[in-house]
């Protein structure tokens, strides 16, 4: 690997090391953000849509002609993105809208990336024993499909307010105690389309 690489490699492995050792010791402030968040995110329809997508992503991995895909990297990746992506999505949004400081989005910004990019780099590394070409390409491609995730997994349906993204309620990470899933089909429909017609134009071309 040329000396870029290892550079890199230092930069976000460092990166991520602080942002553990910031989630550690601040990890009083971050509770509030934590809270509640396996229940909102282990609802049935969540968990059905989540199988579904990772199973045949995995499945067709070794087939897309990408090298670099292999049932290993689609079934971690996916798996990585479930867990983290409505988490990191919400924190962002509340970043950006001035409702958490930075710290809160750098925890959620280096998750994100080790999610959707270093974690795949360091498997093709100790796979193949070299950085991947496809590393920076990847960013983009894997972190739009993070990003749809993050939203469809954030769908949520509220009396009074119909079917909204539940990181723009005070009280997230939280779930409607309705069974929402026929009131935001309607949305979540068109993210899995979209995602559906990204992972197969990254694959195809």
Same mark, same amino acid.
């Given at each position: ?37 396996? #229940?909102?995110?282990?609802? @049935?329809?969540?968990?059905? &849509?989540? +199988?579904? =997508?990772? !199973?045949? /992503?995995?499945?067709? *991995? ?64 100790? #796979?193949?024993?070299?950085? @991947?070409?496809?590393?920076? &390409?990847? +960013?983009? =491609?894997? !972190?739009? /499909?993070?990003?749809? *995730? ?56």
């Amino acid at each position: 690997m040329s000396n870029f690489f290892y550079l890199y490699i230092f930069l976000w492995a460092s990166a991520c090391l602080f942002a553990i050792v910031l989630y550690f010791f601040k990890r009083e402030f971050f509770a509030k953000t934590c809270q509640g968040y396996w #229940r909102f995110l282990f609802k @049935p329809w969540k968990v059905v &849509s989540f +199988i579904i =997508a990772t !199973s045949g /992503l995995t499945l067709i *991995a070794p087939y897309t002609g990408d090298p670099t895909w292999d049932y290993v990297d689609a079934l971690f990746m996916s798996i990585l993105t479930y867990l983290t992506a409505p988490w990191a999505i919400g924190i962002i949004y509340k970043f950006i809208r001035s409702e958490l400081p930075f710290k809160y989005a750098y925890v959620a910004f280096c998750t994100w990336m080790f999610s959707a990019s270093w974690s795949y780099d360091l498997y093709l590394i100790i #796979r193949d024993g070299y950085y @991947p070409d496809t590393w920076f &390409s990847n +960013i983009f =491609a894997s !972190s739009a /499909l993070y990003i749809l *995730a993050g939203l469809l997994w954030n769908l949520d349906w509220r009396e009074g307010r119909g079917v909204i993204f539940s990181f723009m309620l005070d009280t997230w990470p939280s779930s409607s105690a309705h069974i929402v899933f026929q009131k935001v089909l309607l949305f979540a429909f068109p993210i899995m389309v979209l995602v559906t017609l990204l992972i197969l134009f990254f694959f195809l071309f």
